[in-house]
């Protein structure tokens, strides 16, 4: 009985995670028709990992969340937001270089993004 419960424990601890990931938003800009959220994600998983910077994009529809990161790179980065139209999204990297690792999707759903990097 007892060995069955650490099992259990153990069986979910590592299917759950060890959950000592923290996230900060940096920023949030709401298209200008009100119906996409882009916000800057920092997530830190401890002092063995690198942190990792995101642009998460979702639905402002409480009930109708469909959130896509579109940018994933390593460390914190200097990225400022700006929605041209509500179509439209420009990331501003003023720190990302070829060593970060970084992943980007120029589209999610019906707005197009764009990438400036600054270096």
């Known amino acids: ?36 959220m882009a916000s800057v994600v920092v997530r830190s998983c401890g002092a063995t990992t690198s942190d990792v910077t995101q642009v998460r994009l979702n639905t402002t529809r409480r009930f109708f969340s469909n959130q896509r990161a579109v940018f994933v790179a390593k460390y914190v980065q200097d990225l400022e937001l700006t929605w041209t139209d509500p179509n439209h999204l420009v990331l501003k990297c003023k720190s ?16 197009e993004i764009q990438l400036n990097t600054m270096k």
């Open 1 to 36: 009985m007892y060995r069955a419960s650490i099992v259990t424990i153990l069986v979910a601890f590592l299917i759950g995670g060890c959950g000592l990931c923290g996230e900060e938003v940096l920023q949030t800009q709401i298209s200008p028709n009100g119906k996409t």
């Open 96 to 111: 990302c270089n070829q060593n970060d690792g970084a992943k980007f999707e120029s589209r999610w759903q019906d707005v």
